[in-house]
């Protein structure tokens, strides 16, 4: 795996990924529902929008590019991807564990993989005030619920994506939390996996205008941000980690 620290994004790249999504008109170009590729570090991206999806019953637009970005930042860092490969009548971030099966392929691999944090990719509209909004299962005894016993987590997404956004020549550079999309309903992925696995788990509402080839200054700002997050989160002890704060 190179050093991906000093290496610009390339965004053309990230096109390149994208297209087994974009393809049909965004239906995806899969032949499985969803896909998971095994990394090298104990860290996990998911992307279950990457592709159109149904909720309760109506037909939902894709993330774009949340697939093509989580495809790129596995080839920068190693880190292992599940992501929706082809359209179903099903929302894995909505629907029940027994529906579709990603949330259940999901939790079988975090089982048997040393995966510390799952990092759940999503898009936000183009209008909200928010660059990127972090959602972590709010319960009334525990603000965090969704990061277990590694509270630190959202701090230092919050803080590294807060310095690449600083130069951007837009107004929406904050990092919310827990404000619209919080990751509060039991079968959203962030909930359910950190409920049923040792893995911690953050959801990530990514503003439409961090995904788009054409504002590449904010694109490549977000992926260098998400791969300095992946890189350092690599680099820690989290065994030791939660010794200290259980």
Not at 182 to 188: F, P, R
Not at 215 to 238: K, N, P
């Amino acid at each position: 795996m190179p050093n991906s620290e000093n290496m610009e994004v390339d965004c053309k790249r990230i096109e390149e990924l994208e297209k087994v999504f974009s393809a049909n008109h965004y239906n995806g170009s899969g032949n499985t529902a969803f896909r998971i590729e095994e990394g090298s570090v104990p860290i996990m991206l998911s992307a279950p929008h990457a592709v159109n999806h149904f909720r309760d019953g109506k037909l939902k637009a894709a993330d774009c590019y949340t697939g093509g970005i989580a495809r790129y930042l596995r080839e920068l860092t190693g880190c292992s991807i599940i992501y929706s490969a082809s359209f179903t009548e099903t929302d894995p971030n909505y629907d029940s564990p027994e529906d579709g099966g990603y949330k259940e392929s999901l939790k079988a691999y975090l089982k048997t993989h040393p995966v510390y944090l799952l990092m759940d990719l999503h898009g936000a509209a183009r209008e909200r005030e928010f660059a990127v909004e972090m959602g972590t299962a709010p319960r009334k005894r525990k603000e965090d619920a969704s990061l277990l016993q590694y509270p630190f987590v959202d701090d230092v997404i919050k803080a590294i994506l807060e310095e690449k956004f600083l130069s951007l020549n837009t107004e929406k550079k904050n990092i919310s939390k827990n404000v619209f999309f919080a990751a509060k309903n039991q079968n959203t992925i962030a909930n359910y996996i950190s409920a049923h696995t040792n893995t911690a788990c953050i959801q990530l509402e990514i503003n439409r205008e961090y995904r788009e080839t054409e504002h590449s200054l904010a694109m490549q700002s977000l992926v260098e941000g998400l791969r300095d997050c992946i890189s350092y989160f690599s680099t820690l002890d989290w065994d030791k980690l939660r010794r200290t704060f259980e």
